[in-house]
């Protein structure tokens, strides 16, 4: 059974930092892409950075150049380093390991909220 727990998440200010872990069980990561998604109150799931196989990153504009995906597959884990937060960065965020386009796991999400 595959199992995908996120952490890290929390209340932080404006400016501020927080570091999201993803940690995988029952799959090998190495060969799948990676992804962080987030989901505020009223919005629908958007992708914020995905990473894939071979190690390549791709993130959404409004989180470029403050946020970097990472992964580090001897522990089945990928990493969402987040600086610069504003409260537009407040929601949900989900892991996301995809095993074909259509088909992938999610984990069960950590809340970030970022006060102004």
């Known amino acids: 059974q595959v199992q995908l727990v996120e952490s890290g998440g929390g209340l932080v200010q404006s400016g501020g930092s927080l570091r999201l872990s993803c940690v995988g069980s029952g799959i090998t990561f190495d060969a799948y892409t990676m992804g962080w998604y987030r989901q505020a109150p009223g919005k629908r799931r958007e992708m914020v950075a995905t990473?894939?196989?071979?190690?390549?990153?791709s993130y959404a504009e409004s989180v470029k150049g403050r946020f970097t995906i990472s992964r580090d597959n001897a522990k089945n884990t990928v990493y969402l380093q987040m600086n610069s937060l504003n409260p537009d960065d407040t929601a949900v965020y989900y892991c996301?390991?995809?095993?074909?386009?259509?088909?992938?796991?999610w984990g069960q999400g950590t809340q970030v909220t970022v006060s102004s």
């Open positions: 990473i894939s196989s071979g190690g390549s990153p």
């Open positions: 996301d390991l995809r095993i074909r386009p259509n088909f992938g796991y």
